[in-house]
C-alpha cells in the first residue's frame, strides 16, 4: 500500500522530500497521482482499440496503445507538476491553464471516438451494411448514366431512319388506296374504269413504291450496323456491371461515418455520443481541475521557499562572482 502511494506521488509529479514533511498533504497529491494514472491509462486503452480497428494486429495495437498511454500520462504529469499554487488566485491558474484545456478537449474527442465506435457496434453493423448498398448502387447508377447516354443517341439515329421508312410505307399506301378506289368506283369519280384518272393514281403509287424500296435499300444497312452498336455497348455496359466487386466497407473512416449519420437518425445516440464526448473531455481535464481546485497547503509553501531560497542563492553567487572579477580586473585597468 505504501509504495502504491508513493508510486501515485510520483505520477503527481510531486517532490516526495518535501511531501514526506507534510503528512495532511499527503492524501490531495495521492489523488491527484491517481487521476493522472487513470487518464493515461484510458488512453492507452482507446488507442489501442483504436490501432487495432485500422490495422486488426494486436501486438502492434498493444504496443501502440501503451505508447500513447505514456505520451498522455507524461503529457499530464508535466502540466500538474508545473502547475504552481500561487498566491493570484483560481482565475489566474484556470488562465495558466487553459492551453492544456484546449489540449484535453482534442485528446478527449481523438480517445472517445473508438470508444463510441466500440459501444455503438451493432448499430454501426447495420448501418455499413446499408451505406455498402448504396455504394454499390451509386457505382451501377453511374455506369449506367454513362453508357445510357450514347445508347439514347444510337436508339434516336435508329428511330430516325425507321421513321423515315415508315413514312414512305404510309405514302405508297395511301397513293396505293387511292388508284384501287379509282378502279373500282369506290372513291375518286365513282366510276368503275381503269381511264386516265386511275392510271395517273396508279403511277403515283408506282412512284411512292419505288421511293419505299429506295428507302428501305439505304437506310436498313445504317440500321443494322447502328443495331450492332447498340448491342456491342449493351454487352460492354453488362460486362463492366459485372465486374463490380462489393468491397467490404468496414474501415475506421467508414465506422466513422457511419456513426455520425446514426447520430443524426436517431436523437438517443446523437445525445449518448454528446454525453461520452463530454465525459472524456471531463476525464482529460480531471488532472488539471483537480490540481486547480486543490487549496494551497503546506507542501505548496515549502515549495515556495525552497525554490526562493535557490533564486536567491544563485543571485548572490551571481553577485559575487561579478564582484571577484571586478577585484581581480581593477589592478590592471589602474
Known sequence: MKSLKHFFWFCSGANQSLLKRCPTEASKF???GATVFFTGLLAALSGGYAFHTIFSHSGWAIAFGLLWGCVIF?????????MKKNRKGRWHELFMASPRILLAVMLAIVISKPLELKIFSKEIDRKL???EETIYQKEIATIDQRYQQQA????EQINT????IEAKRAKRNELATLARQEADGTGGS????AGPIYQLKKADADRAQTELELSIATNSPKVEALQGELTAL?????MELAGIQRNPWNGMAAQLEALRQISLENKAIYWANIFIIALFIMLECSPVIVKILAPRGPYDELLEI????????????IAQMDFDTRERLSPLVS
Open 152 to 155: 439514347s443517341l444510337l436508339q
Open 161 to 164: 431512319l425507321k421513321a423515315e
Open 74 to 82: 507524461n503529457l499530464d504529469r508535466f502540466i500538474v507538476s508545473t
Open 190 to 193: 365513282m366510276q368503275r374504269n
Open 234 to 238: 449493351r454487352q460492354k455496359q453488362n
Open 306 to 317: 525552497r525554490e526562493h531560497f535557490f533564486k536567491n542563492h544563485n543571485l548572490e553567487k
Open 129 to 131: 451494411v446499408l451505406l
Open 30 to 32: 495521492t489523488g491527484i
